[in-house]
C-alpha cells in the first residue's frame, strides 16, 4: 500500500507530524526502527517552558511561543478524538536562586522577558508561601506563570490513537538504512524492501544525521543523555515547576515527582547511572530538603537529539523538495512539536516556509562547517 507521505521516526515529532499530516487529508506511513514513542516513551517530564528554554535568537523565540501557543488546541482535539486527557497544566515556573549572586541576576534578567510571560521576582519568604516545601536557604525566585507541562505517556498514546484513526499506518521494528531521491519521490530502504513517497519526513531524532548523510547532507546531530529521578510521596509536594541552573523537578498529576536532568555526551548509551541519580538527588535536595524521605521510584535516561547551535532543523533537503527534515529538537522536543508539525505539513503541502524557518534550515551545517562554527550555550553536567 504506498502513501503520499512517509515518516522516518516514531518519537514526538514525528508522530505529531504524522497526525497532523492525516488531519490535512494525506495518507501516510511512519516507520520506526523499534517501538513507537522514541525518548517521550520514557522521560516524562513533559516541560512546555518557552521563557525558561528559549530567549535566543528572538526568531527561535517566537517559533517556541506560537508553538506553546498551539498546545491547548493540539490536547483538546487529541481529547475529543481520543478521550484522553493529556494533563495540560499550567502549574507556572518558579526559576529559584540558591545564592544571592544567582538571586541578582534572575532580578536583572526578569526585565527582559517579554510581556506575556508575565515574569516577576518573589523574595524567600513569597516565594516559600507559594511553595512551602522549598529550603528556607534559597535567596528567592523568579515566577513566570504561564509556563506548564504535559503527560508525556498520554501524549504519545492519544498521538497514535488519533493518528490510527486518522488512517496513519505504523510500521515498528523497522529500521531505515538509506534514503534516496527517485524523480520527483523519494524512496527508503528497510531491510530488502523499498518504499517509495511523494514525501519523506526524516523524524529520526538524534539518528537523522546517520539518515541525512545517506542523501549527501551534512546534519551533525549528536545525543546528549539526559536522566530523571521518580520519586512519590503521600502527598503533591510541589505545584509550581522549580527551576534551577542546575536542574528541576516538577510533579505530576498523579503525584509522582520528576527529578532533573543531567547533560551528558556519552553517545547513544541510553541508560540511567549510579552517578546520574546521585547528583540528582544532591542537587534537587539543596532546593527541596524533604525530598529524603520520599519512596525512590525509579530512574530513566533519553537521548536529546543536539545540533550546535542548539537549534532544530527543520525544512526541505537543499535542492530537492521531496525530503523533509525535522530534527535536533534537544532539550524542547515536545514544547516545539506542534509547530514543527504544523511548518511539515506546510513543505509537505509546498506552501511558503511559515515565519522564522529560515533559521532552521538543515543545509546550515554544511555551511558552517566550512567556517567551522560550533556554539552551543548550554553547560554539561556530570
Ligand atoms: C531527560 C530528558 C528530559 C526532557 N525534558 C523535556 C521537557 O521537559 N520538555 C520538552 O519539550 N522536551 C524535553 N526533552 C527533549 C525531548 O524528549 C526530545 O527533544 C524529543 O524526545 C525528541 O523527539 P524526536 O521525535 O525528535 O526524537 P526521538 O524521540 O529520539 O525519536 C526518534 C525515533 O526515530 C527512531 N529511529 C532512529 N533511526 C531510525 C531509523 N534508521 N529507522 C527507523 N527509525 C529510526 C528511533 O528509534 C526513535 O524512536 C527531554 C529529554 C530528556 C532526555
Request: charged share 15%.
Amino acid at each position: 500500500m504506498s502513501s503520499d507521505v512517509i515518516i522516518v521516526g516514531g518519537g514526538v515529532i514525528g508522530c505529531t507530524a504524522a497526525y497532523a499530516l492525516a488531519w490535512a487529508g494525506f495518507t501516510v506511513t511512519e516507520i520506526e526502527r523499534e517501538q513507537m514513542g522514541g525518548q517521550v516513551a520514557v522521560v516524562n517530564t513533559g516541560m512546555l517552558g518557552p521563557y525558561t528554554e528559549i530567549k535566543h535568537p528572538p526568531a527561535f523565540a517566537a517559533f517556541a511561543e506560537r508553538s506553546f501557543a498551539q498546545w491547548p488546541s493540539l490536547a483538546e482535539s487529541l481529547y475529543e478524538e481520543t478521550g484522553l486527557d493529556l494533563e495540560l497544566v499550567r502549574s507556572g515556573l518558579l526559576q529559584v536562586a540558591l545564592t544571592d549572586e544567582e538571586g541578582a541576576r534572575l532580578q536583572q534578567a526578569a526585565a527582559h522577558f517579554p510581556a506575556a510571560a508575565g515574569a516577576h521576582w518573589l523574595d524567600t519568604a513569597s516565594a516559600r508561601e507559594l511553595e512551602p516545601a522549598l529550603a528556607p536557604t534559597v535567596r528567592g525566585a523568579l515566577r513566570l506563570p504561564t509556563e506548564a507541562h504535559v503527560n508525556n505517556q498520554r501524549l504519545m498514546r492519544a498521538l497514535l490513537l488519533a493518528g490510527g484513526r486518522r488512517g496513519v499506518r505504523y510500521v515498528t521494528g523497522a529500521p531505515v538504512h538509506a534514503v534516496e531521491l527517485d524523480g520527483a519521490a523519494a524512496t527508503v530502504l528497510v531491510g530488502a524492501e523499498r518504499l517509495s513517497a511523494a514525501r519523506v519526513v526524516l523524524a529520526a531524532g538524534s539518528w537523522t544525521g546517520a539518515l541525512a548523510a545517506t542523501l549527501g547532507l551534512h546534519l551533525p546531530t549528536v545525543p546528549v543523555r539526559g536522566q530523571l529521578v521518580n520519586v512519590r510521596g503521600e502527598h503533591r509536594p510541589v505545584e509550581h515547576i522549580l527551576y534551577t541552573e542546575n536542574g528541576y523537578c516538577l510533579a505530576k498529576r498523579d503525584g509522582t515527582l520528576v527529578l532533573g536532568g543531567t547533560m551528558e555526551r556519552v553517545g547513544y548509551r541510553s541508560t540511567p547511572t549510579a552517578g546520574g541519580v546521585r547528583d540528582i538527588l544532591a542537587r534537587t535536595s539543596e532546593l527541596l530538603p524533604g525530598l529524603a524521605d520520599l519512596t525512590f521510584a525509579g530512574a530513566v535516561a533519553g537521548l536529546r537529539p543536539h545540533l550546535p547551535d542548539d537549534a532544530p532543523a527543520i525544512g526541505a533537503l537543499p535542492g530537492a523538495e521531496q525530503v523533509v527534515v525535522a530534527t535536533g529538537h534537544f532539550r524542547n522536543g515536545v514544547l516545539l512539536a506542534p509547530a514543527t508539525a504544523a511548518s511539515v505539513v506546510a513543505l509537505v503541502e509546498g506552501r511558503s516556509a511559515p515565519p522564522g524557518l529560515a533559521l532552521f534550515d538543515p543545509a546550515r551545517f554544511a555551511r558552517a562547517s566550512e567556517a567551522g562554527r560550533s556554539t552551543s550555550v548550554y553547560p554539561e553536567t556530570v
